[in-house]
C-alpha cells in the first residue's frame, strides 16, 4: 500500500470521526439537553414560582409537541436548503431556547420557546444520522450510529449532574448556563459536519421507491415495535424520580441517585448496542434488547432492594438512546444501498416514535392520577408494550411474503 492510499485512508478516517463528533454534539444539545434538563428543573420552576405545577406540567408537553414538528418538518426543510445548513440551525435554536428560558416572562413565552427547543431536536433526530453514516465505513456504523446518540446518554446524565451544580448559583443561572454550553457545542461542531450531505434534493420524488411484499410488510412491524418501544420507555424517563421519591418513600436525595444511575445507562446504551449490532445483526440486538428491557421491567415491579433497583435502573436507562441504533441499522439492513429509501423510512419511524412517545406521556400522565399514583401498574403497561413489540418478530415469520407490494 502506498503513501498516497494510506494519506487518502487517513484523511477518510478524519472526516468521518469529525462527522460522528458533529452528530454526538448534535444530539446533545437538541435532545439530550433540551428534553432531559426540564426534569431536575421541575421542582425549582414551582418553588421559585415561575409558574404553577399546571403550568409546568403544560410546559413540559411543549417540548414532545414541538419534538414532533420537528420530525415532519425536518426532512422537507433540509430537501429546500440542506442538512447541514438545517442541523447548524437547529444547534443554534436550541442554545437560544436556552438563553430565553432563564427570563419568565409569560407561560406563552416559556411554552414557544419550549416548543422550538422540541423542534430542534425532531429535526436533528430525522436528519444527523442520514447526514453522518454514509461517511462511515459499512461494519462501522453500528459503533458510530451508538457514538452519534451516545450525545442523548450525556445530556440525561448532565441532567443529574451538571444542573444540580448549576443550580446552587440559581436559576435563571441555569438556564444561561444551558445556553453557553450548547452554544460551544454548536461552535465545536461547526465546522465537521460534512460538505456534500445526502439528504439534499433527493433523485427521485418520496413515494416512488417499490418494495418488495417481505420488505413492506418488514417496515410496517418495525414501525410498529417503534412505536411500542415509545410508549415502553415513557413510564421511566417520565416517572423514576417521583417513584423513588415518594413512590418507594427514599427521598429526593436517593432519587437523584437512581436518576445518575440511569444515565449512565444511557450513555452505555447506543455504544453497546450498536457494537453488538455491528457484530450479531441488528435484527438479533432488538431482540435481545426487548427481553432485556422486559425483564428489567419486571424486576423494578418485583423487587425494593436498593442493589437489585440499581441495575435494573441501570438497564432500563440503557434502552431510550440505545434503540435508535439499533433501529436504524435495522432499516439499513432492509434498504440496503438505497439511501433515499432509509432516509425516507427513518423519518417516518421517528415520526411514529414522537406522536406515540407524546400520546403515551399524556396517557401515563392521566392514569397515573386516575390509579391513585399507581407506579406499578405503569410498568406493567410498559413491559406489556415491551412483549407486543416482541411478538412482531412472530407476525412476520407467519405473514412473510404474504402483503401487497408497496411503496415509500
Request: overall charge positive; proline content about 5%.
Amino acid at each position: 500500500m502506498n503513501t498516497a492510499t494510506l494519506s487518502a485512508e487517513e484523511s477518510n478516517t478524519r472526516a468521518s470521526i469529525r462527522a460522528i463528533v458533529a452528530g454526538l454534539c448534535a444530539s446533545l444539545v437538541g435532545i439530550g439537553l433540551a428534553r432531559f434538563a426540564y426534569t431536575p428543573l421541575i421542582p425549582s420552576l414551582i418553588g421559585a414560582h415561575w409558574f404553577s405545577v399546571s403550568d409546568v406540567i403544560y410546559l413540559g408537553a411543549a417540548n414532545l409537541m414541538g419534538y414532533l414538528a420537528g420530525a415532519l418538518l425536518g426532512r422537507p426543510l433540509a430537501r429546500r436548503i440542506s442538512a447541514r445548513t438545517i442541523l447548524r440551525g437547529m444547534m443554534l435554536l436550541a442554545s437560544l431556547a436556552f438563553f430565553a428560558c432563564a427570563f419568565p416572562l409569560s407561560v406563552s413565552w416559556f411554552f414557544v420557546w419550549r416548543f422550538l427547543s422540541g423542534l430542534a431536536g425532531g429535526s436533528i433526530m430525522v436528519l444527523v444520522a442520514s447526514t453522518v453514516l454514509p461517511h462511515v465505513p459499512l461494519n462501522r456504523r453500528g459503533l458510530a450510529g451508538g457514538a452519534i446518540f451516545l450525545g442523548v446518554g450525556l445530556g440525561v446524565a448532565a441532567s443529574g449532574t451538571l444542573v444540580p451544580l448549576l443550580m446552587q448559583l440559581g436559576l435563571q443561572a441555569t438556564w444561561l448556563g444551558l445556553g453557553v454550553l450548547s452554544l460551544a457545542l454548536a461552535l465545536l461542531s461547526w465546522k465537521y459536519w460534512p460538505v456534500t450531505p445526502p439528504t439534499g434534493t433527493p433523485a427521485r420524488t418520496a413515494g416512488t421507491t417499490h418494495l418488495a411484499p417481505d420488505t413492506a410488510l418488514g417496515l410496517k412491524i418495525l414501525f410498529m415495535q417503534y412505536a411500542l418501544m415509545a410508549v415502553a420507555l415513557v413510564p421511566m424517563m417520565v416517572f423514576l424520580v417521583d417513584y423513588v421519591a415518594r413512590g418507594l418513600g427514599w427521598g429526593t436525595h436517593t432519587a437523584a441517585v437512581f436518576w445518575i444511575i440511569y444515565g449512565l445507562g444511557a450513555i452505555a446504551g447506543p455504544m453497546v448496542y450498536g457494537a453488538l449490532a455491528d457484530r450479531i445483526g441488528p435484527a438479533l440486538t432488538s431482540h435481545l434488547a426487548l427481553w432485556l428491557q422486559a425483564a428489567a421491567m419486571g424486576v423494578m415491579i418485583l423487587s425494593q432492594q436498593h442493589i437489585v433497583l440499581m441495575l435494573a435502573v441501570f438497564v432500563v436507562g440503557t434502552f431510550p438512546p440505545g434503540i435508535v441504533p439499533i433501529t436504524l441499522g435495522r432499516l439499513h439492513q432492509m434498504l440496503h444501498n438505497d439511501a433515499a429509501a432509509q432516509n425516507a423510512a427513518w423519518s417516518r419511524a421517528t415520526t411514529v416514535f414522537a406522536l406515540f412517545q407524546a400520546l403515551a406521556g399524556y396517557g401515563y400522565s392521566w392514569l397515573f392520577a386516575r390509579s391513585g399514583g399507581d407506579y406499578h401498574l405503569l410498568l406493567l403497561i410498559g413491559a406489556g408494550a415491551l412483549l407486543l413489540a416482541l411478538l412482531g418478530d412472530g407476525v412476520k415469520k407467519v405473514f412473510g411474503g404474504k402483503a401487497a407490494p408497496a411503496t415509500l
